[in-house]
């Protein structure tokens, strides 16, 4: 069992930054694929980003391409995403997962894991 926790979200202005984090608490955090997700009131949940189990390879969607990035350490069992140039569209509860397996996923339904979720405002 994997519990994630989110924290780092807040209200914003519009092409201001926020960093957000998500604290893992599996055994072996290397081994998860990890991912973030966000969902706006009113919308189905949508993938933002995600990582592999080493770091090396990431996709984002294409909403987000060039102004979020995502990171990990594995040394602290911990999961990021940088947001820059944030817009209004972009307020919503971001949720990170996470999945025990390789390679990337653009889908939740490839994760097992959730956390609670932190909410991002930008205002205009």
């Known amino acids: 069992q994997v519990q994630l926790v989110e924290s780092g979200g807040g209200l914003v202005q519009a092409g201001g930054s926020l960093r957000l984090s998500c604290a893992a608490s599996?055994?072996?955090?290397?081994?998860?694929?990890m991912g973030w997700f966000r969902q706006a009131p009113g919308k189905e949940r949508e993938f933002v980003a995600t990582i592999n189990r080493s770091g090396g390879s990431t996709r984002y969607a294409d909403s987000v391409k060039g102004r979020f990035t995502i990171s990990r350490d594995n040394a602290k069992n911990t999961v990021y995403l940088q947001m820059n140039s944030l817009k209004p569209e972009d307020t919503a509860v971001y949720y990170c997962?996470?999945?025990?397996?390789?390679?990337?996923?653009?889908?939740?339904?490839?994760?097992?894991?959730w956390g609670q979720g932190t909410q991002v405002t930008v205002s205009s």
């Open positions: 599996a055994r072996t955090f290397s081994n998860y694929r």
């Open positions: 997962a996470a999945e025990r397996t390789t390679g990337l996923g653009l889908r939740a339904s490839e994760y097992a894991y």
